[in-house]
């Protein structure tokens, strides 16, 4: 028999449970719509002149042969090692293939509280405002945020998200652009042509899977069992077909960069295994390439950046797989 004490428990209960799941599906609501990217909140800012410059679009033709979106956040130390590095790279292969290949270097600066600004507007002054471009951030959003901004903006045929740390060697952009051209070559075989309707679909993907016995003994026992848990919620997304998601080095077309970001919603760490969960769903074709990799200090990678990590997992996997609030756009629509 229901006691009054009965009746008001299970009351508090079910309205403890209607609020969470209320807030929830808010929650869910309020990432989706700050995932849309509006060029026009957006400014480059040119400090040769102190204009600021509107932004071109991702949706627009390309104008450029690639684009380096490199994120940054409180990065005054690290990245003028990597500037010198990719522009000394990009230098070398505009003098050995010619004045067609061009190529642009845009710097998100997150939220910076340090000099990151200041050190990559050098970079713009010495090289040009048609080489080196930065956009700022009102506030710290994440990785994924910054990226996204970049790649909205970017000009190029192909586009390259690169760390600003230099961990992975340049040079092996030539591996994924080999990748990337096996990907968007329309095949012979009839079925191949089908899956490649048009060329220009594909995203190459950095990979570190060949280095993880190493990692594994390198790491302490608490660091792996915390990926090992990582890479178990990751296959629940993605399943096992991608070994190293979350390496800083990823190409992609043109074509694939404007349905993945425009889709993007997660902002901080997670939004490379949103991208390739997208990739799946939109059945654009993904290279996993092995690169040289290297350990530098200053990792911004802590405890409770793991635990945003299973958080930000879960939400793709509930946004997408099991509430279906996430719709994910065509190519076709806007």
């Known amino acids: ?6 009746v008001f428990t299970t009351l508090t209960l079910a309205s403890v449970a209607a609020f969470i799941v209320w807030r929830v599906a808010q929650w869910f609501n309020e990432t989706d719509a700050d995932s849309h990217f509006s060029a026009s909140q957006h400014f480059l800012e040119d400090p040769s002149s102190f204009d600021k410059v509107p932004p071109p679009s991702i949706f627009s033709e390309a104008t450029k042969s690639l684009s380096v979106i490199i994120p940054a956040y409180n990065e005054e130390d690290r990245l003028p090692v990597t500037l010198e590095d990719l522009i000394g790279y990009l230098r070398h292969r505009r003098d050995k293939q010619g004045a067609n290949f061009t190529y642009e270097i845009i710097i998100v600066d997150d939220g910076s509280e340090d000099s990151t600004s200041e050190v990559a507007f050098d970079y713009v002054r010495k090289h040009g405002f048609e080489t080196v471009r930065v956009i700022r951030l009102a506030r710290n959003m994440g990785k994924g945020r910054a990226v996204k901004a970049g790649m909205m903006i970017a000009r190029g045929e192909h586009l390259l998200m690169a760390d600003a740390d230099d961990a992975t060697k340049i040079s092996d952009l030539a591996k994924l652009e080999d990748a990337l051209k096996q990907l968007t070559t329309p095949g012979t075989s009839p079925t191949t042509r089908m899956l ?7 995203m190459a993907i950095g990979s570190r899977a060949h280095m993880q016995e190493q990692a594994v003994n390198r790491r302490s026992w608490h660091r792996n069992m915390l990926m090992r848990g990582f ?6 997304v993605i399943g096992d077909s991608v070994k190293d998601t979350q390496c800083g080095f990823k190409l992609f077309t043109r074509r694939a960069a404007r349905s993945l970001y425009k889709n993007q919603r997660i902002k901080r760490w997670c939004f490379d295994v949103e991208l390739i969960y997208l990739a799946q769903e939109l059945h654009i074709p993904i290279a996993e390439v092995p690169v040289q990799w290297r350990e530098v200090p200053g990792s911004k990678i802590r405890l409770t950046s793991m635990i945003s990590m299973a958080v930000e997992l879960l939400a793709v996997l509930l946004g997408y797989k099991v509430f279906g609030q996430w719709t994910i756009k065509s190519e076709a629509e806007a």
Do not use: D, E, Y
Not at 231 to 236: A, F, P, Y
């Open 196 to 202: 490649q309707q048009k060329s220009g679909l594909g």
């Open 231 to 236: 890479h178990i919620l990751v296959m629940m």
């Open 1 to 6: 028999m229901w006691t009054a004490a009965g």
